[in-house]
């Protein structure tokens, strides 16, 4: 698999991160954007799965 083809960072360069330790930008915490690069399409797409929950909760 070539590097396009790879799950791609949620990253929005927003890079701050909340009292709960999550970005405000990307809504990862700083584990999860330490470890990005090392993991697997697999454990990203988990990442991005709560990346996705944590957005929502945010919005409401």
């Not at 949620?10 to 970005?23: F, G, K, T």
């Not at 930008?25 to 999860?32: I, K, V, W």
């Not at 990442?47 to 945010?58: D, G």
């Amino acid at each position: 698999m070539n590097r396009a083809d790879r799950v791609r960072s949620p990253c929005v360069s927003v890079c701050a991160l909340d009292e709960n330790d999550v970005c405000i930008g990307c809504h990862r915490t700083s584990d999860e954007i330490l470890h990005w690069t090392r993991m697997t399409d697999d454990e990203r797409r988990e990442v991005l799965k709560l990346v996705a929950i944590r957005e929502q909760k945010v919005a409401l």
